[in-house]
C-alpha cells in the first residue's frame, strides 16, 4: 500500500476545531434520522411487561447475579439442565472449525477458523518519518507456583509440547531514543485492532501516547514477524481502538476522554469531544433507518451516541446515557439491547427506550464483554469469569482459583482442534487458557516476566493471536498442533 494511496498525502489534515458534541444530549439536527431515540420517549413504546429481561430460567448455579427488578435465579442445585459449561453439552457445535468471534482475519479475509490462512505478506515498505495519517504506509512519525508435576488449578506450565508457540516479541521502546525503527510501545500497551480493508494488519495504542500500525512479515527464528508500517503521536495516551473496515475509519479513544477519528478516501480528521475521563470502548451500531450510529464509552459512567452529519461532514452526539454501573469498562451490542460492564456490575440498555433494563451487580468488569451463540461471557478483576444467556441469567460461574486470583485482559479464540479457548490476562505477565464448554484450564503462560498483560487480541489467521503488556512489548503466538517446542 502506497503513501499515494489514499490521495490526501502527509498535510492533507482535517483543521477547524473538529466535533465538539453537545455536552448535553439532545438531538442536534440531522434531519431526524433518529426518531425513534428520543431522548423525550415520545416515540418510543417501551413496555417493562414485554421486555426480553424477565429471567425465566430457574435452579441454576450462581450466586443471584441477575438483573434487579426481575426474578433472581439464586443457589440452585448445579448447572441448569445438564448444562452447556463446566460439563455435558457442547459450546462450539461446528465440527469444521466453528464460527469465529471475528470474521475478519489478520492476513486472509477468506480464512473461517481453524484453518490454514495465507502466510505473512512479503511486501516490502519504505519506513520514513511519520504523519498524522494512520493509513499510509511507511510513515514513522515473579515465576508462578504449582504443585506436583508442575500443575496446578490453572492447569499445566505451556511450555514444551503444549502446542504453544511463540513466534516473535516486539520489545519495548525507549522513550529517549526517537530512531527506533521497529520498538513497541514505552509505556503500557491499552489497546489493539485489526485494521486495513482486509483486517490485514494490526493497529497498536499505548500510554506513550502513540498509535501503531503493524504488519505480519515472513522471517525471523520461527518463521515470522511483525514489522511496524506507520506510527502516530498524539497528546494523550491511548485507551481503546476501533476500525470500522466498510468505512474505511479509525477510531481512537484517549485517556483525557477525547475520540479522535481518522476517515479516508479522502483522508480527513476529526476530535470527539464530550466524555471528561478516559474512553474505553467504541462501537458501531445499526438503527431502525440503516443509518449507523456510533457509541462511545468512558470512565465518566456515560455512554455518549454519534451520527455523521453529511451536510457538515463532522459527527455530531445525540444522546449522552447513563447505565448506572459506575466507571464503564466495555459494551457490547446484543439484538437490540446495550450490555456495559462497569465498575459496580453489568447492565442492560434498551435502544428503542434508552433505559436501563436492569442491572446485575458483579465485582468490577475487566475487558470485553464476549458473545457468542446466545450467551454473553465477562470476565471480572477478582479473577472470576461468568457465563450470562441473553436475558441476563447467569449460566455458570468461575469462582478466581489457585493463582488465577486476577484478570486484566480477556479474549477468546479457537484452536486449531476446534476448541474454543478463553485467554485471561493477569498481573505479573500470566495468561491462562481454558477450553469451553467444560472450562477446564489448558494451562498457563508468561508472557514477560513482570509486566502485567494489558491486552490480548485474536487475529484468526493461522491460529494466532498478540498479546500487550504494560512494559510496552507486543508478542505474536500461535497455536500449532505439530510443535513440540
Given at each position: ?16 476545531g ?9 438531538n ?141 516479541t ?43 500500525i ?30 470500522i473496515?466498510?468505512?474505511d ?45 456510533i ?52 447492565s ?74 478463553l ?8 495468561v ?54
Amino acid at each position: 500500500m502506497g503513501g499515494g494511496d489514499f490521495g490526501g498525502g502527509k498535510n492533507n489534515r482535517f483543521d477547524g476545531g473538529g466535533n465538539k458534541g453537545r455536552g448535553k444530549g439532545g438531538n442536534k439536527g440531522g434531519g431526524g434520522k433518529f426518531n425513534r431515540y428520543d431522548n423525550n420517549g415520545n416515540n418510543n413504546n417501551w413496555n417493562n411487561n414485554n421486555n426480553n429481561w424477565n429471567n425465566n430460567g430457574g435452579g441454576g448455579r450462581g450466586k443471584g447475579r441477575g438483573f434487579k427488578g426481575y426474578s433472581s435465579r439464586g443457589k440452585g442445585g448445579g448447572n441448569k439442565g445438564g448444562g452447556k459449561f463446566g460439563g455435558g453439552g457442547n459450546f462450539n457445535n461446528n465440527k469444521n472449525g466453528g464460527k469465529n468471534f471475528n470474521s475478519n482475519n489478520f492476513n486472509d479475509g477468506n480464512n473461517k477458523g481453524g484453518g490454514k490462512g495465507k502466510n505473512y505478506n512479503n511486501d516490502n515498505f519504505d519506513m520514513q518519518q511519520g504523519s498524522g495519517n494512520p493509513f499510509e504506509s511507511g510513515n514513522m512519525g515473579n515465576q508462578r507456583q504449582t504443585g506436583g508435576g508442575g500443575t496446578s488449578s490453572t492447569g499445566p506450565i505451556l511450555g514444551k509440547n503444549s502446542q504453544l508457540k511463540k513466534i516473535y516479541t516486539v520489545n519495548a521502546g525507549d522513550p529517549r531514543n526517537r530512531n527506533q525503527k521497529n520498538s513497541a510501545h514505552a509505556n503500557s500497551v491499552e489497546a489493539m485492532s485489526l485494521f486495513g480493508p482486509n483486517a490485514e494488519k494490526l493497529a497498536t495504542g499505548g500510554l506513550d501516547q502513540k498509535v501503531m500500525i503493524w504488519e505480519g512479515k515472513s522471517g525471523g527464528p520461527q518463521g515470522g514477524i511483525l514489522e511496524k508500517a506507520n506510527e502516530i503521536s498524539l497528546q494523550h495516551g491511548v485507551k481503546c481502538l476501533e476500525f470500522i473496515p466498510n468505512d474505511d475509519i479509525l477510531f481512537v479513544g484517549l485517556t483525557n476522554g477525547e475520540i479522535k477519528v481518522y476517515k479516508n478516501n479522502p483522508f480527513k480528521e476529526f476530535t470527539l469531544s464530550g466524555h471528561t475521563k478516559a474512553a474505553t470502548s467504541i462501537k458501531m451500531a445499526p438503527t431502525p433507518s440503516g443509518e449507523p450510529v456510533i457509541l462511545t464509552s468512558s470512565k465518566d459512567g456515560h455512554i455518549r451516541m454519534w451520527v455523521w452529519q453529511t451536510h457538515t461532514e463532522s459527527f455530531n452526539c445525540t444522546h449522552v446515557l447513563q447505565p448506572e454501573v459506575g466507571p464503564i469498562a466495555s459494551i457490547l451490542l446484543l439484538n437490540n439491547c446495550l450490555w456495559v460492564g462497569g465498575q459496580r456490575g453489568i447492565s442492560c440498555m434498551d435502544l428503542e427506550s434508552l433505559q436501563v433494563a436492569g442491572v446485575i451487580e458483579t465485582p468490577p468488569v475487566c475487558g470485553p464483554l464476549i458473545h457468542y451463540e446466545g450467551f454473553v461471557i465477562s470476565s471480572f478483576e477478582d479473577g472470576s469469569l461468568a457465563i450470562y444467556d441473553e436475558q441476563g441469567n447467569e449460566e455458570f460461574l468461575l469462582e478466581a482459583h489457585g493463582d488465577h486470583t486476577t484478570n486484566t485482559a480477556f479474549e477468546c479464540m479457537q484452536h486449531p482442534s476446534g476448541t474454543l479457548i478463553l485467554l485471561c490476562g493477569q498481573q505479573d505477565g500470566f495468561v491462562t487458557a481454558y477450553d469451553l464448554p467444560a472450562l477446564n484450564a489448558r494451562g498457563s503462560f508468561i508472557t514477560q516476566k513482570g509486566s502485567t498483560v494489558k491486552f490480548i487480541k485474536a487475529l484468526n489467521s493461522n491460529n494466532m493471536f498478540v498479546t500487550g503488556g504494560e512494559m510496552g512489548e507486543i508478542t505474536l503466538w500461535m497455536w500449532d498442533p505439530n510443535y513440540c517446542g
